[in-house]
């Protein structure tokens, strides 16, 4: 059989992205100030802000950690079919930095967000006394800068050994990297569910969820998997990569979105079951909230849109090898994921139902804009594939038998 | 009188050329056998994909549809009274009709791929073959059936010496 080599010129390094760097930056910028003037305009929607701006942040950053997820999990297995698919999470990654920055609006807005940061009303509250030596400002903050450093330190170490091997080839840095993956994974897999908890689980303080973690988690890999597989279909529009990552990756990266997304189900529905069965009431307020008024539907989306669709259409091997096709569920996933977010995260505010609010797409459409703007900046300095990883020939002979 | 040729190859990729050979020829009712299975030889063949998926959804339909309408009717017909919960209470019933429509699909994949191999076969002429035993370790057969259309043997044993093969031998099927 023919072995396949790396031919072309179309992933070195050129400034190929230039022209959409600017228009992202340009449209995010409007969009952002667009929600800052309604923020500022109206004093009445600047609380409901803070949860719209929450909202879109964990989007957001469950994307990028998911990317960190991605590359730990290709190294800590070494996988061979995934080097061609590898660049691209690992600029996502990069990201973590910018998520930090995005960070300082709730830091503003705490008060705003999270009960327990009124001390008058947690000194009468029995419940949040008691966990008040984890849930109090101060260690708030340092725990969120101890996140950050972890996951930049993780995200900076994979991506430098990855960009230094496109130079030397050397392969004792693949060897390194796989060494590192495990105790990064471990870090990793602590820092996403005290994250999950502290910024999400920590605006309903009464309420608690041993699984939570593990289905923030679950959204994010999904997500995560989803934009790499948009992302490329992207490139490949662009007339890159187009015979290097081909049918034989998205159709892999398809039978991983469509695990995860079964994974996310499973463990939504464990957290539901377990809540439902036992019937303790600090834990049922949560659903109680969630099955009031228009939430109702909301939930019912969820379980359809969001477990249904998916599974029964994206389940056949000739559906995930059709890239159109694929590109049309792999966005319906994504839309999915942001409506369990919001299903999240919104009823804390607005408990009576679906308010959706102008603020809501403006700020959405902005971080976007804002986040893919920094992503293409970064991709525009890296080559579009890790060119010397010494199992490079293995993905590009990639085939699904 | 039915007849199979079979012919011995030393290694998989010579067997998967014959069987392209083949295929090219418009041979279509001959079978090939390995110890492992071989990459690239449903192409090399000409094989449709499997029907084992439709056996298989058909089976965990019913495997989901039996189990909850059994637990349904179970809770409606003795009904007992569980943490408060209503009679119908279906978030309980998913962890068992999970748990059936898995174990339904395992039987219909195992009896399902049976039944398309047509197994169990306790008599088939190829088995007369001594060679025909280092197929479960370390040889690399092909055999054709005089069902085939257009079968001669003549014209089939030249045929497969071109393609390198290492022995051939005329099974005779007298039953």
Redesign the interface.
């Known amino acids: 059989m023919k072995q396949k080599q790396l031919v072309g010129n179309d992933i070195e390094i050129s400034d190929k992205f230039s022209s959409i760097i600017r228009k992202l930056f340009i449209v995010g910028g409007i969009f952002s100030a667009i929600s800052f003037i309604i923020f500022f305009s109206d004093s009445h929607v600047s609380h409901y802000f803070y949860f719209s701006y929450l909202t879109t942040y964990m989007f957001f950053l469950t994307l990028t950690l998911g990317a960190i997820f991605i590359v730990l999990l290709q190294h800590i297995t070494c996988a061979g079919w995934s080097v061609v698919v590898r660049r691209v999470p690992e600029v996502l990654m990069k990201n973590i930095p910018l998520m930090f920055i995005l960070f300082i609006p709730i830091v503003f807005g705490m008060h705003d967000l999270y009960h327990w940061t009124h001390l008058d009303a947690v000194a009468e509250d029995h419940l949040l006394q008691v966990k008040r030596p984890w849930l109090n400002q101060f260690f708030f903050f340092i725990r969120i800068v101890f996140y950050f450093f972890i996951w930049s330190w993780i995200s900076k170490n994979f991506f430098k050994r990855s960009i230094l091997q496109d130079e030397t080839g050397d392969h004792q840095i693949t060897l390194d990297m796989e060494r590192s993956s495990s105790y990064s994974m471990i870090l990793f897999a602590l820092t996403i569910t005290f994250a999950a908890i502290d910024l999400v689980m920590s605006l309903t303080p009464h309420w608690y969820s041993t699984i939570f973690g593990v289905y923030i988690f679950s959204g994010s890999v999904l997500i995560a998997y989803c934009f790499t597989s948009l992302l490329y279909m992207y490139l490949r529009k662009k007339n890159y990569l187009k015979d290097i990552v081909t049918v034989e990756h998205y159709h892999d990266l398809g039978k991983l979105i469509y695990g995860f997304n079964i994974f996310w189900s499973y463990i939504a529905f464990c957290q539901f079951f377990l809540i439902w069965y036992a019937s303790v009431p600090e834990e049922t307020e949560f659903y109680l909230k969630h099955f009031e008024g228009s939430w109702t539907y909301v939930t019912i989306l969820l379980c359809v849109g969001h477990f249904g669709i998916p599974f029964i259409f994206f389940i056949s091997r000739w559906l995930k090898r059709n890239l159109k096709y694929h590109a049309c569920m792999v966005i319906w996933i994504c839309f999915m994921h942001f409506v369990d977010l919001y299903w999240i995260i919104i009823p804390t505010v607005a408990p009576n139902g679906i308010d959706i609010h102008f603020v809501d797409i403006t700020l959405f459409v902005g971080i976007a804009c804002l986040y893919l703007g920094v992503f293409f900046k970064n991709l525009n300095k890296v080559c579009l594939i890790p060119k010397k990883d010494p199992r490079l020939s293995e993905s590009l002979n990639f085939i699904n038998y | 009188m039915n007849e199979i040729l079979l012919a011995e190859f030393e290694n998989p990729n010579k067997l998967l050329k014959a069987a392209e050979k083949l295929s090219d020829c418009g041979y279509s009712s001959y079978d090939v056998y390995s110890p492992f299975p071989i ?2 030889m ?1 192409d090399a063949m000409k094989l449709k994909h499997s029907k084992l998926g439709w056996i298989v959804l058909c089976g965990c339909s019913l495997g989901l549809l039996l189990g909850f309408l059994m637990q349904t009717f179970m809770s409606l017909d003795y009904p007992l009274i569980i ?2 919960k209503p009679f119908f209470s279906y ?2 019933f ?2 068992v009709t999970f748990e059936i429509m898995v174990l339904f699909s395992a039987f219909s994949t195992v009896f399902g791929m049976f039944a398309l191999n047509k197994l169990p076969q306790h008599y088939n002429p190829i088995f007369k073959s001594d060679y025909f035993r280092k197929a479960t370790c370390h040889g690399f057969f092909l055999g054709i059936d005089s069902n085939e259309n257009g079968y001669d043997r003549e014209k089939l044993r030249n045929l497969l010496s071109e393609i390198d093969a290492k022995h051939i031998e005329v099974i005779e099927d007298d039953v």
């Open positions: 990459h690239g449903d943490s408060g978030p309980a998913i962890p």
